[in-house]
């Protein structure tokens, strides 16, 4: 049985936990970039100085914000195909893939400031630690998407010559448009049922054979 943690520990990890909250909040209303640490103090009722003794940085803040983005999406999309691969009449793949779609458009309704701080990060040139963290989320749910196509393939439930590598990347694409779309008219309403026509859409493409380019026939 593990030890209960210090009083002092907890108080810490509340805290730290309702910064990071705050900073998800705020992100959804602006632009993260422009949040200070003067923000989010003022969103949980301490003073400024009092956000450093929880977190190192503002730096150290998003850090923490993706690492909790990364860890709830994640488990939310690995649920949904846990779902799947339980049904007694056996594991879909495809199916799968829509519930991880919906998925994640339903976590983006929950939390809009998680995709505006992705898309922020990975939009810096140079390499940085939010920009590496952000890249990880991106690289594991990658690993997820393809995972499910090539199981699709060998189910023999889309085409066995597509490209699972350039479907992951249009599947993700996908995703994101909708997202951006949504985010650039100021509302997250509807996106839940544009969500299933757009995977239609990619679903039907998956079954047909990708036709051959001109350069690939010459």
Known sequence: ??????????????????LVEAALQLAAQRNPADITTGDLAQAVGISQG??????????????????????????????????????????????????????????VIAYPGVPRVVFQELQHAKTTPLKERAQGLMRDYRLLVKGLLDGAVQAQTISAQLDTQAATVLFMGAVQGLVMQSLMAGSLRGMHLQA???????????????????????
Do not use: C
């Open 50 to 107: 009092a956000v450093f003794k929880h977190f190192p940085s503002k730096q150290a803040v998003w850090l923490a914000v993706l690492d909790w983005a990364t860890v709830q999406l994640m488990q939310k999309l690995q649920a949904a195909v846990q779902v799947r691969r339980d049904e007694p009449k056996g594991f879909n793949p495809l199916a799968a893939l829509q519930d991880v779609f919906i998925a994640h458009v339903d976590f």
């Open 1 to 18: 049985m593990s030890k209960p943690l210090p009083t002092s520990r907890q108080a810490t990890l509340l805290r730290q936990t309702g």
């Open 196 to 218: 299933a026509a757009v995977f239609n859409i990619y679903a039907n493409g998956l079954s047909h054979v990708p036709a051959r380019t001109t350069r690939e026939k010459s």
